[in-house]
């Protein structure tokens, strides 16, 4: 059996990212993020490979064609997907692949057999997540507005209906603490066919 993939979601600025560290930090051999595909810039600091592979929008639109992708999104000019390959390669590592999608890659990935675990995370309020976002001072406040608007509409799909388990990051170590025992029955299944396998 294979591990099923975890899709996190939640709107931008919502902790998603401290989330995903805090869970690969509690299980370094259980987790592994999968590395999505970009048109937009590299921010300072960001590596290609590892936080994203940076590409152009040819390039990418050519390997949707090909149907090299799960998901695809399209948010303030610059394309976003997650390409087959960068699942496939953390499950073939014996590893629960993470998957850190907006609202467009969830709706694009229940249309396909991939049957992950859906997480979705929400922030304290709208005015917190706004609060973060102004803080990061990466956005002009078009952008700002429109990360907003997509929050809204994030936020309203985020319910149970949609999810397996919904979340509100209001304290973080309370939401960790949430997902490793909603995640926990996934973890021991995967380290004992990990162990089986090299046996």
Do not use: W
């Not at 064609?65 to 303030?76: L, M, R, V």
């Not at 390669?89 to 990935?109: E, F, N, P, T």
Request: with cysteine; charged share 30%.
């Amino acid at each position: 059996m294979v591990a099923r993939p975890l899709v996190l979601c939640g709107p931008s600025g919502v902790g998603k990212s401290t989330i995903v560290e805090r869970i690969k930090k509690a299980f370094p051999n259980a987790f592994a993020l999968s590395v999505s595909h970009t048109t937009r810039n590299p921010r300072e600091g960001e590596k290609d490979g590892v936080n994203y592979f940076f590409t152009d929008r040819e390039t990418m639109k050519n390997s949707i064609d090909n149907d090299d992708f799960i998901e695809t999104a399209e948010f303030s000019g610059n394309m976003y997907g997650t390409s087959k390959s960068a699942v496939e390669s953390v499950i073939q590592h014996g590893k629960i692949c993470i998957l850190d999608i907006d609202m467009q890659g969830v709706k694009q990935i229940k249309k396909t057999d991939l049957n992950p675990m859906y997480v979705f995370i929400h922030p304290p309020s709208r005015d917190e997540l706004e609060k973060r976002l102004r803080g990061r001072k990466t956005e002009t406040e078009e952008s700002l507005q429109k990360r907003l608007a997509a929050a809204d509409a994030e936020m309203a799909y985020g319910t149970s209906d949609n999810f397996d388990k919904v979340v509100t990051n209001d304290d973080i170590d309370r939401v960790e603490e949430d997902l490793i025992e909603f995640l926990k029955p996934h973890i021991d299944q995967l380290e004992l066919e990990n162990e089986n396998g090299s046996n």
